[in-house]
């Protein structure tokens, strides 16, 4: 007597199948941009950059009751999972979250390297506004400028402050409040 084969065709979403693959990957860490699987593995001066950013608003997030760090968004709805640079969340919502949204994040930071600064700048900027982030603030080390957007829709960002060289100091908006030294990125 031979088994059928199993029939996959009925019951299984791709995009959850997908996603929870891309979580058990063995090795580095992995995300989804638009349906692409990619190893998250960030050169050292990519990562001094994001510390340099994380080390000026943990104090802040501190006292607003939250975590800064660089746990997994799901964009549900999509091919998307990503890794931020540096999400801002309440505590209250990081604890034994697996997966958060990102309407979810008080500010999502992402630093681009020469292999993803246009993803960064235009693919996730229109996500994360469409997903709800509050905040975005593109640290662009390709053209060594910051950019702030705030206020998302559907549509995108509806304000943007920059780009603007490195070595400005940007003001971060409420719940915030602090200006941002970008003279040691």
């Known amino acids: 007597m ?26 580095d860490r992995a995300q989804i941009v638009e349906g692409i699987i990619e190893p998250v593995s960030p050169t050292w001066d990519h990562e001094a950059t994001a510390e340099a950013i994380r080390d000026q608003i943990k104090p ?6 939250c975590v800064t760090g660089s746990g997994n968004l799901d964009l549900p709805g999509s091919s998307n999972w990503y890794v931020p640079d540096i999400a801002v969340v ?16 008080l500010l ?14 235009i693919v996730r900027r229109k996500r994360y506004a469409e997903y709800g982030a509050p905040l975005y603030l ?31 100091v940007l003001h971060l908006p409420g719940p915030f409040d602090l200006d941002l030294d970008t003279g040691e990125l």
């Not at 802040?60 to 009751?65: K, N, Q, S, T, V």
Request: hydrophobic share 30%.
């Open 138 to 168: 593109l640290v662009d080390r390709v053209e060594r400028s910051v950019t702030l957007f705030a206020e998302p829709g559907r549509l995108g960002y509806t304000r943007e402050d920059g780009p603007h060289p490195f070595g400005t």
């Open 90 to 105: 309440p505590a209250a919502d990081a604890k034994g979250a697996g997966a958060l949204l990102p309407d979810q994040t």
């Open 108 to 121: 999502v930071v992402e630093v681009t390297s020469e292999s993803n600064a246009e993803t960064d700048r």
């Open 60 to 65: 802040r997030a501190r006292e607003l009751g």
């Open 2 to 27: 031979t088994a059928e084969p199993a029939d996959y065709s009925r019951g299984i979403d791709p995009e959850r199948a997908l996603k929870y693959a891309v979580q058990y990957i063995r090795g």
